[in-house]
C-alpha cells in the first residue's frame, strides 16, 4: 500500500506570495492532519480535517488554511508569506476513527521564504 | 491535552538496547501513548502504541508503567540506523486526533 505523498517536495517562495501544498492520504484513510516543524518551535500542528471538515485547529494565524477533498486529499495555502513561515510542512493521514488510531507522515515539504 | 517530558538525548552502543523514558504524569485514562522517530528532516516514522498493557512489534517494546505515569520504548540491538530524534506522545482515544510534540529525545547509537 502506498504511503502518504507530498508534493511539491521543494518550495522556494518570496516573501509576500502565497503557496499551496498538496497531500494525497493512504488508500482508505479520511482523516489528513498537517504540521509545521522549525528548528525554534518544534513540530506544532495546525489543522485537521475529516470527511472535508475541518476537525480540529492549532494555534496559527489565518494566513494559513486548508481544505479537504472528496477522495480525502488535502491542501493546505499559506497567503502572504513571512520569513518564518521557512518551514517542513508534514502531513499525517489516519483512518480517523476513535480509538487506537495512528496518523502515518508523509515525506514533508521543506518550503523556504525569501 | 497531556504533556510529556524526555531526556534531551541519549548515547546507545550499536548491538546493545535503547531504553528511552517518557514521563506523562498528566496522562488520562482515555489517553494512548504513542512514539514515533524522526531521522534527520524526514517524516516521523511511526514506531508502536500503547493504553495500558506492554507492547512489542518488530521494531520495538513498549512498557508502560501500572500507574500509567510513565513509559519506556525499548530497542531491542539498536543498530547505526536507529540514530533518530524519538518522541513519547499522548494522544487522547476521542474527539481530537492531533498530537501533540515534545522535544523528543536525540538518540545517538555509537559504534
Known amino acids: 500500500k502506498a504511503g502518504v505523498t507530498q508534493t511539491p517536495r521543494y518550495l522556494i517562495k518570496t516573501r509576500g506570495q502565497q503557496v499551496t501544498l498538496s497531500c494525497s492520504p493512504i488508500?482508505?484513510?479520511?482523516?489528513v492532519s498537517w504540521y509545521q516543524q522549525t528548528p525554534g518551535q518544534g513540530l506544532q500542528f495546525l489543522f485537521e480535517y475529516f470527511s472535508e471538515t475541518q476537525r480540529n485547529k492549532g494555534n496559527f494565524p489565518g494566513r494559513f488554511s486548508g481544505r479537504q477533498f472528496s477522495n480525502s486529499r488535502s491542501e493546505m495555502n499559506v497567503s502572504t508569506l513571512e520569513l518564518g513561515d521557512s518551514a517542513l510542512y508534514l502531513c499525517?493521514?489516519?483512518?480517523?476513527?476513535?480509538?487506537?488510531?495512528?496518523?502515518?507522515f508523509g515525506p514533508g515539504t521543506r518550503l523556504t521564504v525569501l | 491535552d497531556a504533556k510529556t517530558t524526555q531526556p534531551t538525548s541519549m548515547d546507545c552502543a550499536e548491538g546493545r538496547a535503547a531504553n528511552l523514558p517518557c514521563n506523562h504524569s498528566t496522562i488520562s485514562g482515555n489517553e494512548y501513548v504513542y512514539w514515533y522517530r524522526q531521522i534527520h528532516s524526514q517524516g516521523p516514522q511511526y514506531i508502536i502504541h500503547?493504553?495500558?498493557n506492554n507492547e512489542t512489534n518488530e521494531m520495538a517494546s513498549l512498557i508502560i508503567t501500572e500507574d500509567r505515569k510513565s513509559s519506556t520504548l525499548i530497542l531491542p540491538h539498536a543498530t547505526l540506523r536507529d540514530t533518530a530524534v524519538y518522541y513519547c506522545?499522548?494522544?487522547?482515544?476521542?474527539?481530537?486526533?492531533?498530537?501533540?510534540f515534545g522535544t523528543g529525545t536525540r538518540l545517538k547509537v555509537l559504534a
Open positions: 506522545i499522548v494522544r487522547a482515544t476521542s474527539g481530537t486526533y492531533k498530537y501533540i
Open positions: 500503547g493504553l495500558k
Open positions: 488508500s482508505g484513510h479520511r482523516s
Open positions: 499525517a493521514s489516519s483512518l480517523g476513527l476513535a480509538g487506537s488510531d495512528t496518523q502515518y
